[in-house]
């Protein structure tokens, strides 16, 4: 019964940045020994990894995005957020939020429904 379901805005202005959170229900976030993370897809491209926040709150991000992310939580309200800061319309994707077990060879199990982000003035 685990699902995550993104929210945030779907527009966001050039050079702002991009707050995403995702929320979690059946499992806590903090549940040994899952990993939380964010992964987009531009249109017409592949699936992007963009990074992770483990229940340890540790976190870890795509280096080609690293220098414009942070990944945060609320374990009270069992969420976690993606910033991504200094948004071009290359950014422009729909995005992901997903469970990773690393124990069992890190799949991700379980995905939000993808939310579409447009960067455009």
């Known amino acids: 019964q685990v699902q995550l379901q993104e929210s945030g805005p779907g527009l966001v202005k050039p050079s702002q940045t991009l707050s995403l959170t995702c929320t979690v229900s059946?499992?806590?976030?903090?549940?040994?020994?899952?990993?939380w993370s964010w992964i987009r897809q531009p249109p017409g491209k592949g699936l992007e990894w963009i990074g992770y926040?483990?229940?340890?709150?540790?976190?870890d991000y795509n280096p080609s995005l690293k220098s414009r992310t942070s990944i945060s939580r609320d374990t009270a309200k069992n969420q976690f957020t993606l910033h991504l800061s200094s948004v071009t319309p290359e950014d422009t994707a729909v995005y992901y939020c997903?469970?990773?077990?690393?124990?069992?060879?890190?799949?991700?199990?379980?995905w939000g429904q993808g939310t579409q982000v447009t960067v455009s003035s």
């Open positions: 059946g499992v806590s976030i903090t549940t040994n020994y899952y990993y």
């Open positions: 926040i483990a229940y340890t709150g540790a976190t």
């Open positions: 997903a469970r990773e077990d690393p124990p069992r060879g890190s799949p991700f199990d379980y």
